[in-house]
């Protein structure tokens, strides 16, 4: 489940960032439903709201740490709950580690692609959203005192 989860998250990411690079034109904003969801193409040196622009090379490093450390956790996986966050998690963070290191300006310090806008938010991407959800859902396993093997925390 995780390694499909990651697949299916890492796809629908490089498929959205290709149709908004062939279809939208920064500056240029196209309203998809009224004001509440725009596509608003921009290119993000930085992180989640733009912040650490110049520190690309350190945000790639981060990204590919967290990436091999879910793919090492996950093999003690039992917990379709953990199973569904880490994919969404790694394939995230590949999502965007990719654009780091293949996209412009050079290997490394590339810019993320990022189209989505709704208002008073940052513009991200599928990525972003995958990242997200991933940490709604390991805050709601471990809530739930759910182990990553599945196993349940028994509470006192």
Do not use: C
Not at 115 to 138: E, G, K, R
């Amino acid at each position: 489940m995780f390694g499909g989860v990651g697949l299916v998250v890492l796809f629908l990411d490089q498929l959205t960032k290709a149709l908004a690079l062939a279809h939208l034109t920064p500056g240029e904003p196209v309203n998809v439903i009224g004001s509440l969801l725009k596509f608003n193409l921009i290119r993000n040196s930085g992180a989640a709201f733009s912040l650490g622009a110049g520190y690309t090379p350190y945000i790639s490093a981060v990204q590919i740490v967290v990436a091999v450390g879910v793919i090492y956790l996950s093999r003690k996986l039992g917990s379709a709950g953990w199973s569904v966050a880490f994919g969404l998690l790694f394939g995230g963070a590949v999502g965007n580690i990719l654009d780091r290191i293949f996209r412009e300006p050079s290997p490394f310090h590339g810019h993320v692609v990022d189209f989505l806008q709704t208002p008073h938010w940052a513009i991200f991407n599928v990525a972003d959203m995958a990242v997200t959800s991933a940490a709604v859902l390991l805050v709601i396993q471990t809530l739930r005192g759910v182990k990553l093997d599945g196993t349940r925390e028994h509470r006192k």
